[in-house]
């Protein structure tokens, strides 16, 4: 990588630094360390600059294990949110098999169900059939008792008729023989009469 030299100005002295990282970066590092000798100059203002540039080192030393620790954390972190996003991963797939599972099951279920309801409405419409078909039978034995009741109350009307009719004749029988009989019982007085 190209190495870049450039000139800062730390705590008033002049340094050259030369480095691979990029021109903002260093400067961005200088003018960090220049900060923080101004802040504990301000604090301790008897400290000669090698004082200040330790105490600085030191400062910045610290915020640096500082700042490993908790990437070191963070790590950990990271590789316990990895472990977490696995398992949900894992458990996502699992609730998806078994979701999956479960809407086969369900249009398993539908299917039956779709299935019952067209014999049940195929059932329904063989009674309907058949109540139809009982009301007609009903209908029509109740035509034919009726027509059988007329038609014996016609016979029967008739075998009365005929019954007075030969009533009739025998009452016009019997009076005829009653009318012959007192005709014969005339003659017959008249013929004893004359016999004496």
Known sequence: MESN????????QEYVISGEKPREQIVKVAAYVDNQMH???????SCSVTDLAVLSAVNIADESFVSKEEVEELKKLNVQLEKDAQHYVQLWDESKKNFLQYKEENQGVASQRDEMTQKAAAKEREIQELKMAAEKL???LQKAAQ?????????????????EAKCKELENSFFDLQMENLQLKKELETYRRNME
Do not use: C, F, M
Request: cysteine-free; aromatic content about 2%; hydrophobic content about 35%.
């Open 138 to 140: 009903q209908d029509e």
């Open 5 to 12: 030299k450039v000139s800062v100005k730390i705590y008033g």
């Open 147 to 163: 027509q059988t009741l007329e038609e014996a109350k016609k016979k029967a009307q008739q075998a009365i008729d005929e019954a």
């Open 39 to 45: 802040e504990i100059a301000s604090a301790a203002p």
